[in-house]
Each structure stands twice: as C-alpha cells, then as structure tokens.
C-alpha cells in the first residue's frame, strides 16, 4: 500500500484548498482512511475519517463544517476539502489508512490506528 498527499500550499484566512492523496495497492471497500495533521513540536492531530464500505465519516471538531472527505475508488484518490481556512489549520497534513478489519474502535481517530502513511503536504493560512 502505497499513499502519496499533495495539493498543500499557501492560502489566506477565508480561502479553499483540496488536498488529494493518491493511492496504490488498496481496495477502497475493505479499508478506512483518514486525514490527520501535524504542527511542528506537537504530536500528530486527527482531522478526518472515512469508512468506505459504510460512507461512515467522522470529523475533528475544529473542522467540522468547514472540511469534507471524499473519494473515489475508481480514481484510487481521497481528497480532503478545506474551505473556510483559517490560521489555526496551518499544519503539515497526511493521509493514512488500513484495514477496516483492524480498526478496533470507530472512529479511529489515534494516528496508531493507522499501518499505511504518506508523506505528508504543507498547508500554510496567513491571517
């Protein structure tokens, strides 16, 4: 399994950005997948998670309404829309995934709940 984010940049408070991880080597139905976030000195920060076989999503309080994830298996993409940004998102963001089989608890919202990481791409809102 193979995932790669990307689509981060700069952007100002009030702006839209959609992050898109790309995947390889997964069945999107027997997996869920999720977004998380990271600023430096802090430890990794869930944002959002997707159940593909049930549409099941579950969001970060702090993004809620303002984030959306999204998919599409035939594509092999997640994407994460972010409108209505604000400084507080400032964050290096990845996406992440695993076996719906080895999801203990719903929703997994610990970064150790997650086997399969990509890389990670830079989202920057300036006020």
């Known amino acids: 399994v193979q995932l790669q984010a990307s689509g981060g940049g700069l952007a100002q408070a009030g702006d839209s950005l959609r992050l898109s991880c790309a995947t390889s080597?997964?069945?999107?139905?027997?997996?869920?997948m999720g977004w998380f976030r990271q600023v430096p000195g802090k430890e990794r920060e869930f944002v959002a998670v997707v159940n593909w076989s049930t549409g099941r999503t579950f969001y970060e309080d702090s993004v809620k309404g303002r984030f959306t994830i999204s998919g599409d298996s035939a594509k092999n993409a997640m994407w994460l829309q972010m409108n209505g940004l604000i400084p507080e998102d400032t964050a290096v963001y990845y996406c992440?995934?695993?076996?719906?089989?080895?999801?203990?608890?719903?929703?997994?919202?610990?970064?150790?709940?997650?086997?399969?990481w990509g890389q990670g791409t830079l989202v920057t809102v300036s006020s």
């Open positions: 992440a995934a695993d076996l719906k089989s080895s999801i203990r608890q719903w929703p997994p919202t610990h970064s150790g709940a997650y086997a399969y």
């Open positions: 080597g997964l069945t999107f139905s027997r997996y869920v």
